[in-house]
């Protein structure tokens, strides 16, 4: 049974997305940004997947404005992709964010048609609703054009709608 809880141990945090980051080099084989992604992780709103005691995946959120909150990071270990655990994760951080009062939500990956890993990673926001907003070639450089993705949260009393 998979358990979803919001980490608020900075340390724990960094321990949590280091272990399941490095796990996972096709997305962040580039050392210099996993190392950031963690460092950021210890100040942002982190969600996590346990099976058990063992940390399976994590989601991070950060806000970017007073009406917009960045889904910053997600990673979920390999073993347990298309199991529903990422899934599980952003309808947490969804949730958190609409009740925390942001209007927006935005995530930031490679555009489509340039890595089969990242084509199943755009996929995937686009299964969760979000739509597309921008793609910014030179934001990443060229050979990594940034596609950026929008959800609108209607803010409903209790969650979101």
Same mark, same amino acid.
């Given at each position: ?5 919001? +980490?608020?141990?900075?340390? $724990? #945090? ?10 996972? !080099? $096709? ?10 992604? +963690?460092? =950021?992780?210890? $100040? ?6 346990? =099976? ?6 994590? +989601? ?6 007073? =009406? ?30 609409? $009740?925390?009062?942001?209007?927006? +939500?935005?995530? #930031? ?6 890595? !089969?890993?990242? =084509?199943?990673?755009? #996929? ?12 910014? !070639? ?24």
């Amino acid at each position: 049974m998979i358990r979803i809880e919001v +980490i608020e141990n900075n340390n $724990e #945090k960094k321990r949590i997305s280091r272990a399941v980051l490095e796990s996972l !080099p $096709e997305w962040f084989g580039i050392e210099s940004a996993r190392e950031k992604y +963690i460092e =950021d992780s210890a $100040e942002q709103t982190m969600i996590a997947a346990f =099976d058990g005691e063992k940390e399976v995946g994590f +989601i991070c959120l950060n806000e970017t404005g007073s =009406d917009t909150v960045e889904l910053h990071v997600l990673g979920v270990l390999k073993e347990y992709h298309h199991k529903g655990i990422g899934s599980k994760l952003f309808k947490k951080a969804r949730k958190i964010a609409s $009740e925390s009062g942001y209007s927006f +939500i935005q995530v #930031k990956t490679v555009a489509m048609g340039k890595y !089969p890993e990242y =084509d199943a990673t755009n #996929k995937f926001y686009l299964s969760l609703g979000f739509k597309e907003f921008e793609v910014i !070639p030179e934001l990443w450089g060229e050979e990594n054009p940034c596609q950026i993705y929008v959800m609108h949260l209607e803010i409903i009393k209790g969650g979101y709608k």
